[in-house]
T-cell receptor, first 110, second 114 residues
Framework: SQQGEEDPQALSIQEGENATMNCSYK?????LQWYRQNSGRGLVHLIL?????REKHSGRLRVTLDTSKKSSSLLITASRAADTASYFC??????????FGGGTRLMVKP | NAGVTQTPKFQVLKTGQSMTLQCAQD?????MYWYRQDPGMGLRLIYY???????DKGEVPNGYNVSRLNKREFSLRLESAAPSQTSVYFC?????????????FGEGSRLTVL
């Protein structure tokens, strides 16, 4: 399977703290994306980083990509209770398909 | 803008029954996808359609068929439902034809097969 794997599977932090989630994958990719899923809802796209990029920012989100280690990280700074959700990485390795990892469940306590 | 709309939102079937999940997008996207989500498994691709008139198998196509009815609509059919198909099904669309771009997801269809 080309599926990415997130680490940790679950993360619990206090509001205001930073949250870091990691994703590892197995083969060369065209791009890597991060998605958020609130309980009982569909996935929402957060950020896309291409294979020739090393870092990307969007608001309180910072994504890094290390193609030599086949890994990516998502950092959420100054977390809020509203950031409580599951976060998934998805890799594009074969063109038209995105392959998703199992996700990290983030709980941000007020 | 409605985005991606899936129907039905909930469905209970008996083993052997058939049903069709409907998906429509109003963003004029070229590509459409069907995923299933099981606890602890993330999302797995069932079928996708890179453009109107084409469909291709994903990771887990067995037991499913799809139809890209037109550019807006992409349906998923279970001909003879099995308990292993109990899952949450998500439809998604993307503007890109070549390469996987940003996906826009529907809210999901929760299917239980007894």
């Amino acid at each position: 399977s080309q599926q990415g794997e997130e680490d940790p599977q679950a993360l619990s932090i206090q509001e205001g703290e930073n949250a870091t989630m990691n994703c590892s994958y197995k083969t060369s990719i065209n791009n890597l994306q991060w998605y958020r899923q609130n309980s009982g809802r569909g996935l929402v796209h957060l950020i896309l980083i291409r294979s020739n990029e090393r870092e990307k920012h969007s608001g309180r989100l910072r994504v890094t990509l290390d193609t030599s280690k086949k890994s990516s990280s998502l950092l959420i700074t100054a977390s809020r209770a509203a950031d409580t959700a599951s976060y998934f990485c998805a890799t594009d390795y074969a063109g038209n398909m995105l392959t998703f990892g199992g996700g990290t469940r983030l709980m941000v306590k007020p | 803008n409605a985005g991606v709309t899936q129907t039905p939102k909930f469905q209970v079937l008996k083993t052997g029954q058939s049903m069709t999940l409907q998906c429509a997008q109003d963003m004029n996207h070229n590509s459409m996808y069907w995923y299933r989500q099981d606890p602890g498994m993330g999302l797995r691709l069932i079928y996708y359609s890179a453009s109107e008139g084409t469909t291709d198998k994903g990771e887990v196509p067995n037991g499913y068929n799809v139809s890209r009815l037109n550019k807006r609509e992409f349906s998923l059919r279970l001909e003879s439902a099995a308990p292993s198909q109990t899952s949450v099904y998500f439809c998604a669309s993307s503007e890109r034809v070549q390469g996987a771009g940003e996906l826009f997801f529907g809210e999901g269809s929760r299917l239980t097969v007894l």
